[in-house]
């Protein structure tokens, strides 16, 4: 036995289950979780140590029917998602239903939606219960997950980050625009979630040694023409604007 990452879902979160040997990076298998059993994509190999008891097993390996099921279970959920739709707007409710998806068995049904507010879903949940006779769950999602669901292009000219390859969202804090120098104009630095974008935290780190090494904007330097104040820092380039008198002057750090 081995241990496997596997994702449900393009791009999605890694979880790990125990499978036999054979299997291998990028075969499609059937697993059982919580909510049933699921469609899955072997992502790796795990080559450390595990507990293996820990986790639950891989059932099997998909086969053909399974693969099958699961495309037609693609077609379904999207019926569902329009279905939702259609019931939240004759039930007047305040919420964006985002996706569907029944567990590959169809024991549940769960429907990921946003608002800016509580929602009282309670009759929607009874009404969608009646009419696909399974375990329905509504699972109130937040500004970052409903942009990683549907995609889009970010200011960089690519796929945003989070649907292309982010499985896991670090904090992202305001600290790291400033500690970037950058403009703290919300167009400039938030996604199409309206939230932090979250390749601020890609260079963080680097940005952070770097400035160890240079001024910060207000401390008094020497020049070649006298004491100054540092007026900006341009951290990748290592080197400030510096106001001696009246003069602007520019210092190089090597």
Request: charged share 30%; hydrophobic share 35%.
């Amino acid at each position: 036995m081995k241990l496997f990452s596997v994702v449900f879902k393009s791009n999605g979160k890694n979880y790990y289950f125990n499978g036999d040997d054979e299997l291998v990076k990028g075969d499609y298998v059937i697993v059982e979780t919580e909510k049933g059993e699921q469609y899955a994509q072997i992502s790796k190999v795990q080559s450390e140590e595990f507990d293996l008891e820990k986790y639950k097993n891989i059932i099997r390996k998909a086969t053909k029917e399974d693969t099958d099921n699961y495309y037609n279970l693609l077609k379904e959920n999207q019926k569902a998602l329009e279905k939702c739709k259609e019931l939240i707007k004759k039930l007047e409710l305040n919420m964006h239903v985002i996706s569907a998806d029944f567990a590959f068995d169809k024991s549940q049904l769960l429907f990921c939606f946003v608002s800016d507010e509580r929602v009282d879903f309670r009759l929607l949940a009874k009404k969608l219960a009646a009419i696909y006779h399974t375990r329905i769950e509504l699972r109130q999602i937040g500004a970052r997950d409903k942009a990683k669901e549907i995609g889009g292009v970010g200011i960089c000219g690519q796929k945003i980050c989070c649907r292309r390859f982010l499985n896991h969202i670090d904090a992202i804090s305001m600290n790291m625009a400033k500690n970037q120098n950058l403009a703290l104009n919300p167009s400039k630095i938030n996604g199409l979630c309206g939230r932090l974008l979250c390749c601020l935290q890609y260079e963080d780190e680097n940005y952070i040694e770097a400035a160890k090494e240079l001024p910060a904007v207000g401390d008094t330097i020497k020049t070649n023409s006298g004491e100054g104040i540092v007026t900006s820092v341009d951290i990748l380039n290592k080197r400030c604007k510096v106001l001696v008198g009246s003069n602007k002057e520019e210092v190089e750090f090597k």
